[in-house]
């Protein structure tokens, strides 16, 4: 789903690539209205994914820094996902330094989480990693 909205800032795409694999494509800059429509739409997909393990791809490449709120909301949201057998986290971002927001705030210790430059490379690793999982 797209959304630009009047408090909104930015835009993001969100659905199903693979059978239980989530991309979520982030673009512009952020406000936390943003971040909690995206939030709140990608728990309510989880609701249809969460009877097996399932992996989210975010493709940060477009998406701007955003205010510390949307990244206390991502980690919130983290974790009502992983109540939903989220199990596999790829990240692609555009910089070092979403790289190292990121990776400060992904420390959870029953997800695994990667970081990618590369999208073919972050879908195939998803792929890979719940195929381990379901084994």
């Not at 943003?34 to 990608?42: E, G, I, L, N, S």
């Not at 991502?74 to 555009?94: D, G, W, Y």
């Given at each position: 789903m797209s959304v630009t909205g009047n408090k909104e800032h930015g835009s993001f795409f969100i659905e199903e690539i693979f059978p239980r694999v989530v991309l979520g494509r982030l673009n512009g800059a952020w406000n936390?209205?943003?971040?909690?429509?995206?939030?709140?739409?990608?728990?309510?997909?989880?609701?249809?994914?969460?009877?097996?393990?399932w992996a989210v791809i975010t493709d940060m490449r477009h998406w701007e820094l955003a205010p510390q709120e949307v990244f206390k909301a991502?980690?919130?949201?983290?974790?009502?996902?992983?109540?939903?057998?989220?199990?596999?986290?790829?990240?692609?971002?555009?910089n070092k330094i979403q790289e190292s927001m990121v990776q400060r705030s992904q420390n959870v210790q029953s997800m695994l989480n990667q970081?990618?430059?590369?999208?073919?490379?972050?879908?195939?690793?998803?792929?890979r990693q719940l195929e381990m999982i379901e084994e």
């Open positions: 936390l209205d943003m971040a909690q429509r995206a939030c709140d739409d990608v728990i309510a997909l989880a609701e249809k994914l969460k009877d097996k393990p991502f980690e919130a949201t983290q974790a009502q996902l992983m109540t939903k057998n989220l199990r596999v986290h790829a990240i692609i971002p555009s970081v990618f430059l590369d999208y073919d490379e972050a879908v195939n690793w998803c792929l």
